[in-house]
């Protein structure tokens, strides 16, 4: 095994070391800095989309890209030309690609109160760059990958040394990971410092991350549900607590390279009128009611459920997530039935199959299929409506307690319909507004009158920085969802 291992190392350890631009130290790649560039560009016509695609307000993007080439030009790769992109997607998250394709969401930056924390955001993701950690990381996979080939070639170890190699592999480069996320923080805030921020702004940033983790952390446990958040959402970042010691240590003995006297109201305008969750693209939801204005469909699920607009699915379910209703849509490709689609889709045979009743063409039936749950006898119908078909799946955890659903299931796939003229309205998106809080102004009394449906006072702490229970200053401006 170690002979096949050494081999292995030979071959790629000779031709594949390079210098590091931050480092200066020689390590080992597995491609050149052309073929960086060459990923980096495919994989940025692809990935964007999974966030929704670029948002479009090109004064915003124009600001985000001069702000970023200002603080790459400060970097330790100022010869690459960075391409900045603000993507339409309420999730909290930016990431760089290799090359220097640098995103950041409007979920992000929603949740942002000042131009020098966008600046550590942003240099944070340009010290992903500067430092290479894709290409990397990609060596350093890549080579485990082929080791633990070698090896199985060697020894004829088979499936069970393979699957060993897959976890030693995955661990070490999650171990490599979290490094990788100390290190960009600390280029981020050396970044910054040189154009003229105070380094601690990485501070202010990462509490901001720390704040919507604790708040998605206590949904998550509330509605029995994986946590989702920035760095957080797989188990090769590093927790936010760390990332705060570290940076602390360093950025306190730091100087910058000038000051910089910013405005945070100047920051917060720039914000004014950002879409705040879904976009009108995406769909807006309005209590138990689902509005698309591209689709020109509304439905209704039960009253009380949780309901996700997912980038796949939309998808209702219970607080405690014993059941579930699923919406997918697909092209329809052929002149048929209702009823004829759904046998199609399920060749084995419908039980308790029937026409809806809702406004639009619809079948539905029971059927045995693979759920949330796992194979489960779901409630599942397709309904028509222009050139789309909407195919829904209702299913329950434990099938035996799943029959007082099913009436739940049957009216949310009959509420299906296009809007009506007066609803359009209600397919417009929340967006971001801004007030001046007042002597008597309280988070509770901003709440009371936000059309927020559940959380309303959570969620404007997050995006004022005042979580888990701060209350405003008289005289600040407040961003607030209308």
Known sequence: MFAAAA???????????????????????????????????????????QYGGPYENRELAAYI??????????????????????????VINAFALPGGYIY????MLAHLNAESELAAVLAHEIGHVTARHGVRQHAKST?????????????????TWRNLAGFVNTAIVRGYGRAAELEADRLGARYIANVGYKPQQMLEVLGVLKAHE??????????????????????????????????????????????IEESPEDFLRRLEGLVYGASARQGTIRGANFYHELLDITLTFPQGWIIENRPDRLQARTRDNGAVIMLTLRDRNRRESAEKYLRRQFPRGLEQAAPLGGALEGYTARVKT??????RTARIAAVFKDKQVYQFVGA?????????????????????????????????????????????????????????????AEKIRLLNALYPGGE???????????
């Open 472 to 482: 405003p200053q008289a005289g600040r401006l407040l961003k607030v969802p209308k």
């Open 370 to 375: 693979q759920t949330p749950y796992g194979r």
């Open 104 to 107: 950041i969401t409007r979920g």
């Open 396 to 456: 329950c955890k434990d099938d035996d307690r799943c029959d007082g659903r099913d009436a739940e299931f049957v009216a949310a796939m009959e509420s299906l319909r296009a809007m009506k003229p007066e609803e359009k309205a209600l397919a417009a998106p929340r967006v971001i507004g801004l007030v001046r809080a007042q002597d008597s102004d309280t988070i509770a009394a901003l709440a009371s009158a936000s059309p927020l449906n559940e959380h309303a």
């Open 65 to 90: 890209t001069g702000l970023g080439e200002t603080i790459a030009g400060k970097s330790h790769r100022p010869e690459l030309i960075y391409h900045f992109t603000v993507l339409d997607s309420p």
């Open 143 to 159: 080579l485990l990958a082929l080791l633990a080939e070698a090896a199985i070639r060697a020894t004829g170890a088979g499936s």
């Open 214 to 259: 604790e708040y998605e952390k206590q949904r998550a446990r509330e509605e029995k549900r994986p946590p989702a958040v920035y760095h957080g959402l797989f188990a090769t970042h590093p927790d936010n607590d760390d990332r705060l010691q570290e940076v602390v240590r360093e950025s306190a003995s730091m100087e910058t390279a000038g000051t």
């Open 7 to 49: 081999v292995v190392a030979g071959v790629f350890l000779v031709p594949g070391c390079a210098t590091n631009p931050v480092s200066g130290q020689s390590e080992l790649v597995l491609m050149s800095e052309d073929e960086e560039l060459e990923i980096g560009q495919r994989l940025s016509k692809v990935l964007p989309g």
